[in-house]
Nanobody, 127 residues
Framework: VPLVQSGGGSAEPGGSLKLSCVVP??????????MGWFRQPAGKEREGVAV???????YYADFVKGRFAISKDAAEKALYLQMTSLESDDTAMYYC????????????????????WGQGTQVTVSS
């Protein structure tokens, strides 16, 4: 099931951007689900950035801790990623993903845990 992303674009180092992802309503009706953000720099592997669980718990990759914040809004049927203190290394294509079920936090930061993906949005950080 495709998710629909918006946001992204360009920012200077130290700047902020917010990514949004519209998630089909039925995901929020599952007792258990997890939703995540991933990124793929040009020529590199896709890597997990952050995950949020149906109970509201979150987990972040070390390289974004304290700078990025993942959130969800069931009423808006949306998943968000607020990015602050951006660095040039944050430049990548960013993807949202969602899946029903239960996963431990480290597994939920791997792309193999997801069957449902957004189309991707480019984030470029440069001066």
């Amino acid at each position: 099931v495709p998710l629909v992303q918006s946001g992204g674009g360009s920012a200077e180092p130290g700047g902020s951007l917010k990514l949004s992802c519209v998630v089909p309503e039925y995901f929020f009706l599952y007792k258990n689900y997890y939703m995540g953000w991933f990124r793929q720099p040009a020529g590199k592997e896709r890597e997990g950035v952050a995950v949020i669980f149906s109970n509201g718990g979150t987990y972040y990759a070390d390289f974004v801790k304290g700078r990025f914040a993942i959130s969800k809004d069931a009423a808006e049927k949306a998943l968000y990623l607020q990015m602050t203190s951006l660095e040039s290394d944050d430049t990548a294509m960013y993807y949202c993903a969602a899946n029903p079920g239960v996963k431990d936090r480290e597994a939920a930061l791997t792309s193999y845990a997801y069957r449902n993906w957004g189309q991707g949005t480019q984030v470029t950080v440069s001066s």
